[in-house]
């Protein structure tokens, strides 16, 4: 993948999630992550009440989703129309879940935008990420957000290295991107539209759109 590549525009339909506007700002994914939590308290003081609850501090739950006694919930987050929240799922703050979408059981989500339609519905842990439309994230799927060694996130293009300048970036997955159960996508992985992602990998750098990734090394194009 070059850089161009992983412009937010080639990503994501920025039509599906309430923070288009907000991400045309930037030019790629991982610079919008330090704003999350002032955005989601604008948004949330200018949605409709007859539409949204507010259920705790910066808090705000569409009329139309079930919220489980088991989900832990903390603001700044806005939860869209028509999603589905599912026992145990635990939100850490900074977080926007658009329409239709999935949080399933036993769920971390932290500082990350799930774009409408979205799926992360068994046991995913996602930590400042940015998960595109009608993507979904097998069970166990991980986005690991920091380094092992604790450097700064850099992200690995064919045209060249990228320096985040931030500490925690998970991972971006573009629109109606595939991850297979139990993979980890490492900290800076971006991966393109419509790819799939095999079962139980583990991912580093970059994956273009429309590919398979079926190991380290071995990335095809789909036919």
């Not at 987050?77 to 949080?103: T, W």
């Amino acid at each position: 993948m070059r850089r161009e590549d992983a412009k937010i525009e080639v990503l994501f339909d920025l039509e599906k999630t309430m923070a288009g506007e907000y991400l045309k700002k930037f030019t790629y994914p991982w610079e919008a992550l330090k704003g999350l939590g002032e955005l989601i308290v604008q948004l949330g003081q200018s949605l409709p009440q007859e539409e949204y609850q507010r259920v705790g501090e910066n808090i705000w739950i569409h009329k139309s989703v079930v919220i489980p006694p088991t989900v832990c919930l903390t603001g700044p987050m806005i939860v869209g129309e028509g999603s589905e929240l599912r026992h145990c799922a635990y939100f850490r703050g900074n977080v926007l879940v658009g329409k239709n979408a999935v949080v399933g059981n036993s769920c971390e989500v932290k500082n990350s935008i799930i774009f409408d339609g979205a799926q992360t519905p068994h046991y995913n842990y996602i930590g400042d990420s940015i998960i595109g439309y009608k993507s979904h994230l097998g069970a166990s799927s991980l986005t690991s957000n920091v380094k092992s060694d604790k450097a700064l996130v850099k992200i690995h293009f064919e045209d060249g290295d990228v320096e985040t300048g931030m500490k925690k970036v998970g991972a971006i997955v573009g629109d109606g991107t595939e991850v297979g159960c139990g993979s980890i996508l490492n900290p800076g992985t971006i991966i393109g539209k419509n790819a799939n992602i095999y079962p139980l990998s583990s991912v580093r750098g970059c994956v273009d759109a429309n590919c398979i990734y079926k190991c380290q090394g071995e990335i095809v194009n789909k036919r």
